[in-house]
């Protein structure tokens, strides 16, 4: 009999009890867990989820919803494993089918709300919310023409390769190109996406919503490409989940970090985030998507000398009241904590 990894208790971020259905590898390093739930469980495409790791529940790490509501038999998350990684080795390396996953309500920005023909870019696991779009806009409004360019390093990268295939005799009005930066094979592109793919193969780019998930370099540049081939600002949507870059940090200068209840000074390098900082120190901090998405670290600052790069799901009372993200938070000088 199988029992469940950790207690079956929900946790103040992940209230949603799912069981693993089944577990299926993609390519050599990324994995879909399937798993349905006894209540209902809303989402739209492209949002993606937090999820309890490991044994007490008290990580979480985000995942995109692979899965399209209306369209696929179960609610899946899709995750390439990556070295030593706390919530990537734990799902692909000892979750097994019957096991219980506990899952916040879904979140993000990254969904299709116009009518108006897509332009979707993808690179490596970028696909997961892209093809949860791509499902949800072929069944439900068939006249909208889906041209989707998806970038990989070899064909054993492609993610969803037999359904990609599938979809693409199904659906005529899905246009796909899939990139490969090795060993393209035969109606693959060799290399990867430039502008001048993009003129060529997308002669109407400016009448489209663009779309793009994937590394941020990857999404910076395909912006900019888009931009200059007179796409509106307005017209372009980006995954925001991404893990944000860190700040050098000096290995002289310090600041103090003071936490006011109970009172305590610590001392931390100028230039760390605010996350890094309590980490460093033990300090209680929840962080799942640790990219200034998903609003668990959020943290109340009385005072100090710091910036901050992302305010997503901050209300304008929480940044009245010095509510910051604290993974999006860079300390520049002493700082005092609520």
Not at 23 to 31: A, G, K, L, N
Request: hydrophobic fraction near 40%; glycine fraction near 6%; aromatic fraction near 8%.
């Amino acid at each position: 009999m199988n029992f469940p990894i950790f207690s079956d208790q929900p946790t103040a971020l992940c209230q949603n009890r799912m069981q693993v259905h089944d577990i299926h590898q993609e390519t050599p390093d990324v994995w879909t867990l399937s798993l349905f739930s006894h209540v209902h469980y809303p989402y739209q495409p492209g949002q993606f989820a937090l999820v309890n790791i490991g044994h007490s529940g008290k990580i979480q790490r985000a995942y995109t919803l692979s899965s399209t509501p209306g369209v696929s038999r179960f609610i899946t998350l899709t995750v390439r494993r990556i070295h030593n990684g706390a919530g990537s080795d734990w799902l692909t390396g000892e979750v097994r089918p019957g096991d219980y996953l506990w899952l916040s309500d879904a979140q993000g920005k990254f969904v299709n709300d116009r009518p108006q023909p897509l332009l979707l870019l993808a690179a490596g696991c970028g696909v997961t919310p892209v093809i949860s779009i791509c499902r949800d806009v072929l069944k439900r409004t068939p006249a909208q023409s889906v041209a989707v360019f998806y970038s990989v390093r070899s064909p054993q990268e492609v993610i969803f390769a037999a359904e990609w295939q599938q979809m693409k005799t199904q659906y005529p009005q899905l246009h796909l190109t899939i990139l490969a930066e090795h060993n393209a094979q035969p109606g693959q592109i060799a290399g990867r996406l430039s502008q001048d793919i993009l003129q060529t193969q997308v002669p109407d780019i400016r009448s489209r919503q663009l779309m793009i998930c994937g590394p941020a370099p990857y999404m910076q540049l395909a912006e900019r490409w888009a931009i200059s081939l007179g796409v509106a600002a307005e017209n372009i949507v980006k995954e925001q989940f991404h893990a944000v870059a860190a700040a050098t940090v000096s290995e002289g200068d310090q600041l103090t970090l003071t936490r006011l209840t109970p009172l305590q000074n610590y001392r931390v390098p100028v230039g760390s985030t605010l996350l890094a900082a309590m980490e460093q120190h033990g300090l209680p901090v929840a962080a799942a998507c640790r990219a200034g998405v998903c609003g668990s670290c959020k943290t109340r600052i009385i005072s100090g000398d710091y910036e901050t790069t992302s305010r997503m799901t901050l209300t304008d009372a929480d940044i009245a009241e010095g509510y910051v993200l604290a993974c999006s938070c860079q300390l520049n000088g002493d700082i005092t904590l609520a």
